[in-house]
């Protein structure tokens, strides 16, 4: 799967919009691109997916640039719950059970703060 | 609750002790995976398993065996660990192993080992 590169932190403001952004230049055209949150002492949560067109859900919108190279998670109105560890991830639309295609593979991703 | 569940939450255990953590699912999926987070480190994926067969392990110590005896249930069998293996475990289920679907991930185990 490709990398993606995320901004190691970030703050905001409650009832702020946040744009949490993600490189992903080598992406390949059989990627979807996932987020993830984790709160603290918490297993990881799924927040949104896409493959080429926006999409938004309950939770969060997801704006994909047109080349596909870069996307940005948007939370509308942050909370203090929002406060979290958020993941972009690349994972392919096919499975091959021998390699890390098509796996949900996790890097540092974005420490958000929500000050009050 | 996530639909995913696993047990226990916390487990505390000697070197020498032989453990079982257990997860289930009730969502219908077809494929389970165990992942390992340390302590300020990225997760690590272990184990996948698509439709009960085991698909992936990613240099594991033997120490750690996976089981799946059906869809929707899923073990990792803990014996001789080391105190380095405390971590959090994580169960995460999805529709197949494609990136179409999204993952579900349990609240995981924090595993001491003393």
């Known amino acids: 799967d490709a990398k993606t590169t995320q901004p190691n932190s970030m703050e905001s403001n409650e009832e702020e919009p946040v744009h949490l952004p993600c490189n992903h230049s080598t992406i390949s055209g059989t990627d979807y691109i996932h987020w993830y949150r984790q709160l603290p002492s918490q297993g990881p949560e799924y927040v949104i997916h896409g493959l080429t067109s926006n999409v938004n859900n309950r939770m969060a919108s997801l704006a994909i640039a047109e080349d596909r190279k870069s996307s940005t998670l948007i939370l509308h109105r942050a909370t203090l719950r929002d406060a979290a560890v958020y993941y972009c991830?690349?994972?392919?639309?096919?499975?091959?059970?021998?390699?890390?295609?098509?796996?949900?593979?996790f890097g540092q991703g974005t420490t958000l703060q929500v000050k009050p | 609750e996530t639909g995913v569940t696993q047990t226990p939450r916390h487990l505390v255990m000697g070197m020498t002790n032989k453990k079982s953590l257990k997860c289930e699912q009730h969502?219908?999926?077809?494929?389970m995976y165990w992942y390992k987070q340390s302590a300020k480190k990225p997760l690590e994926l272990m184990f996948v398993?698509?439709?009960?067969?085991?698909?992936e392990n990613n240099s594991v110590p033997s120490r750690f065996s996976p089981e799946c005896p059906n869809s929707s249930h899923l073990f990792l069998h803990l014996h001789t660990l080391q105190p380095e293996d405390s971590a959090l475990y994580l169960c995460?289920?999805?529709?197949?192993?494609?990136?179409?679907?999204?993952?579900?991930f349990g609240s995981g185990t924090r595993l001491t080992v003393v």
């Open positions: 969502l219908g999926h077809n494929a």
């Open positions: 991830i690349l994972r392919d639309v096919r499975f091959r059970g021998s390699s890390n295609t098509g796996k949900l593979i």
């Open positions: 995460a289920s999805s529709q197949d192993g494609t990136g179409s679907y999204g993952y579900t």
């Open positions: 398993y698509s439709l009960e067969e085991r698909v």
